[in-house]
């Protein structure tokens, strides 16, 4: 028994995190679906959200002006969310420079903010983006490009995280992973995870995601994936995102998103493309069993514990029990990665040693923000208005 919980759990967490990506990029390289790219210049309407956003919003909206796109062909709106500083006065000031602001009096969150905003797009493409993140000269027009294809119904671009610090190096390293497996979906039909700081739709296929959804550009990326479009990543579009300025501020970022995700498995009955069974598969790998890891992590241990205290005492076939002395072994080899993340907590060193160091610090951390993501939505105490990290 416990031999087999304890390979479960290792097949889980092998398939998530190596045997999914290497398997949907060797059918990526066997059955590719060519995307039809050209210089289109459609319509564009630029749209966040922003509360009490005054400390970036100058430098987000200067880089706003600066993309290099017709500006008689882009327009920018800020939503603004009940802010109590700065933000809607500095907003307002760029009127002249073709900025528009739609100002809520009181914050109900960015979801509220964005839902009753869309009323005022006029583009034929909604750009979704983040007040603190910066795009570069060409995102805009590199992310369009995809739709002249007719089959595409949302693009989502590439982030670049910005800072030196081990999280930011790792959490780079993670979006680097993230990449490859977008761009293989991609190639083989669509991308399932989608950046809400760069993320493009057409309007005709937007639906308003319901009151209380946390995730809110997954569940529009799900819905144009059940309208029967596709969703691809743009790696030319970049997005400029500064780390968070410190541990506890990611982890808060990551178990919101994850308890979002719990939420949408629990919801997705009407939105998930069961008539794309490629798709589908897709979502169920590269999503929802990473929502396993933390549990499969747990019972790892536990099942290599209790085998050890069984003492080969288990019934079955060889290959199914943990028998000395690689019960031992396989304790040893988990024992040292959770000894390493705890160094790379207590310890922040630079360079290669830094680096490695903090690859099973990140790992560990996305995991306990995990579980708490999946206490939240039990509980019902994650809420659509929520605080940003520090950055």
Same mark, same amino acid.
């Given at each position: 028994?416990?031999?087999?919980?304890?390979?479960? &759990?290792?097949?889980?967490?092998?398939?998530?995190?190596?045997?999914?990506?290497?398997?949907?990029?060797?059918?990526?390289?066997?059955?590719?679906?060519?995307?039809?790219?050209?210089?289109?210049?459609?319509?564009?309407?630029?749209?966040?959200?922003?509360?009490?956003?005054?400390?970036?919003?100058?430098?987000?909206?200067?880089?706003?002006?600066?993309?290099?796109?017709?500006?008689?062909?882009?327009?920018?709106?800020?939503?603004?969310?009940?802010?109590?500083?700065?933000?809607?006065?500095?907003?307002?000031?760029?009127?002249?420079?073709?900025?528009?602001?739609? &100002?809520?009096?009181?914050?109900?969150?960015?979801?509220?903010?964005?839902?009753?905003?869309?009323?005022?797009?006029?583009?034929?493409?909604?750009?979704?983006?983040?007040?603190?993140?910066?795009?570069?000269?060409?995102?805009?027009?590199?992310?369009?490009?995809?739709?002249? #294809?007719?089959?595409?119904?949302?693009?989502?671009?590439?982030?670049?995280?910005?800072?030196?610090?081990?999280?930011?190096?790792?959490?780079?390293?993670?979006?680097?992973?993230?990449?490859?497996?977008?761009?293989?979906?991609?190639?083989? #039909? &669509?991308?399932?995870?989608?950046?809400?700081?760069?993320?493009?739709?057409?309007?005709?296929?937007?639906?308003?995601?319901?009151?209380?959804?946390?995730?809110?550009?997954?569940?529009?990326?799900?819905?144009?994936?059940?309208?029967?479009?596709?969703?691809?990543?743009?790696?030319?579009?970049?997005?400029?995102?500064?780390?968070?300025?410190?541990?506890?501020?990611?982890?808060?970022?990551?178990?919101?998103?994850?308890?979002?995700?719990?939420?949408?498995?629990?919801?997705?009955?009407?939105?998930?493309?069961?008539?794309?069974?490629?798709?589908?598969?897709?979502?169920?790998?590269?999503?929802?069993?990473?929502?396993?890891?933390?549990?499969?992590?747990?019972?790892?241990?536990?099942?290599?514990?209790?085998?050890?205290?069984?003492?080969?005492?288990?019934?079955?076939?060889?290959?199914?029990?943990?028998?000395?002395?690689?019960?031992?072994?396989?304790?040893?080899?988990?024992?040292?990665?959770?000894?390493?993340?705890?160094?790379?907590?207590?310890?922040?060193?630079?360079?290669?040693?830094?680096?490695?160091?903090?690859?099973?610090?990140?790992?560990?951390?996305?995991?306990?923000?995990?579980?708490?993501?999946?206490?939240?939505?039990?509980?019902?105490?994650?809420?659509?208005?929520?605080?940003?990290?520090?950055?």
């Amino acid at each position: 028994m416990f031999g087999i919980l304890f390979w479960m &759990s290792v097949v889980i967490l092998l398939y998530v995190y190596l045997g999914y990506p290497l398997l949907i990029a060797v059918l990526a390289q066997g059955r590719k679906k060519q995307v039809f790219r050209s210089d289109f210049q459609p319509f564009v309407t630029l749209l966040f959200a922003a509360h009490n956003e005054e400390k970036v919003i100058v430098k987000k909206l200067a880089n706003t002006l600066a993309l290099k796109y017709p500006r008689e062909r882009l327009q920018v709106i800020v939503a603004d969310d009940g802010s109590t500083d700065g933000t809607a006065e500095i907003v307002r000031s760029y009127r002249d420079q073709g900025i528009d602001l739609v &100002s809520f009096d009181e914050r109900r969150g960015k979801l509220a903010a964005l839902k009753d905003t869309v009323k005022d797009v006029h583009g034929e493409i909604i750009l979704f983006s983040d007040a603190d993140n910066l795009y570069s000269p060409d995102a805009v027009a590199e992310t369009v490009k995809y739709f002249s #294809d007719p089959t595409i119904g949302a693009v989502s671009g590439g982030r670049n995280v910005i800072g030196e610090t081990s999280l930011g190096k790792a959490e780079g390293f993670y979006w680097r992973y993230e990449e490859f497996i977008k761009r293989q979906e991609s190639r083989l #039909d &669509s991308c399932v995870g989608v950046a809400g700081d760069l993320f493009a739709i057409r309007k005709k296929l937007y639906v308003p995601p319901p009151e209380g959804t946390i995730n809110d550009d997954f569940y529009m990326a799900l819905c144009i994936l059940k309208q029967g479009y596709r969703v691809v990543y743009a790696p030319e579009a970049r997005s400029y995102h500064p780390v968070a300025g410190s541990e506890q501020g990611e982890a808060e970022r990551r178990t919101r998103m994850t308890a979002g995700r719990f939420q949408s498995i629990f919801s997705a009955g009407t939105v998930l493309p069961f008539q794309r069974p490629i798709v589908l598969w897709q979502i169920i790998s590269h999503k929802y069993m990473r929502l396993l890891l933390p549990f499969a992590m747990i019972s790892a241990l536990l099942a290599n514990i209790l085998a050890i205290f069984s003492h080969g005492g288990v019934n079955g076939p060889a290959w199914l029990i943990l028998a000395d002395p690689y019960n031992w072994i396989f304790l040893v080899l988990q024992g040292l990665f959770y000894m390493v993340a705890a160094m790379g907590m207590k310890f922040k060193l630079s360079g290669l040693l830094g680096k490695v160091l903090y690859i099973p610090t990140f790992l560990l951390n996305s995991n306990m923000a995990a579980l708490r993501g999946f206490y939240r939505y039990l509980t019902s105490r994650q809420s659509v208005i929520w605080k940003k990290a520090t950055r």
